[in-house]
Structure formats: structure tokens, C-alpha cells
């Protein structure tokens, strides 16, 4: 069975920083690709970051670039996303997913974390 589970959301005053983690259970790092999205009340799901499993190749969104980055352990089968220089605008319920290769469409991840909520707030 698959699992994907969120950790490290909270809240954070402007400019600060957060790292969340995803831990993964069920699958392989170097066969699956992990991305972030984020949910925002009122606004569509998107896409943030993902790192391919089988290259580690990493795509960022614009809205992230240069602010967040991702990372991989995976013996641990951890995938890390760290944000810097938050904004309220960053403010959203952030999910790991799973896919076969990197991706900005939903449908094709295969699975998906319960999400962990980011607010950005002084």
C-alpha cells in the first residue's frame, strides 16, 4: 500500500523560513517523481516543485523559483521541500504527490498525501 504523509506546516511570520517533509511508503524514490502543489482558499490547486526519480532533474514553478527547493533522501524516503523568503501569498495547504515523471497535471499522479497547511502571516 502507498502512503505519502506531510509533515512540518505551521505558521511564519513574513521572510521566514519553513522545510516540509514527505514521507513515502509503498514506493521507490528512484522509480517514482515527487511534486509539491499547494492549495490556496479559493484558488485552484498548482504545481510548485518536482524532482524526478529516476535523474533527480528538479522543476520549479515561477512563482517558487529561487525562494524553494526540493530534495530527496531516498534510503529514508524522504522528500524535502524548503522554503525561504516566505510570503502571505505562499499561504496554502501544500500536498506531495507521486508520478511516474515529472508533471504539472494532477491527473497523472498516482498518489497523493492528506496535505499540510502553510500559513504565512505576521
Known amino acids: 500500500q502507498v502512503q505519502l504523509v506531510e509533515s512540518g506546516g505551521g505558521l511564519v511570520q513574513p521572510g521566514g523560513s519553513l522545510r516540509l517533509s514527505c514521507a513515502a511508503s509503498?514506493?521507490?524514490?528512484?522509480?517514482?517523481?515527487i511534486g509539491w502543489f499547494r492549495q490556496a482558499p479559493g484558488k485552484e490547486r498548482e504545481g510548485v516543485l518536482c524532482?524526478?526519480?529516476?535523474?533527480?532533474?528538479?522543476f520549479y514553478s515561477d512563482s517558487v523559483r529561487g525562494r524553494f527547493t526540493i530534495s530527496k533522501d531516498n534510503a529514508k524516503r524522504m522528500v524535502y521541500l524548503q522554503m525561504s523568503s516566505l510570503k502571505p501569498e505562499d499561504t496554502a495547504v501544500y500536498y506531495c504527490a507521486a508520478v511516474i515523471r515529472c508533471s504539472w497535471r494532477e491527473d497523472d499522479y498516482d498518489y497523493w498525501g492528506q496535505g499540510t497547511q502553510v500559513t504565512v502571516s505576521s
Open positions: 509503498g514506493i521507490r524514490l528512484d522509480n517514482y517523481a
Open positions: 524532482i524526478n526519480g529516476i535523474n533527480d532533474n528538479r
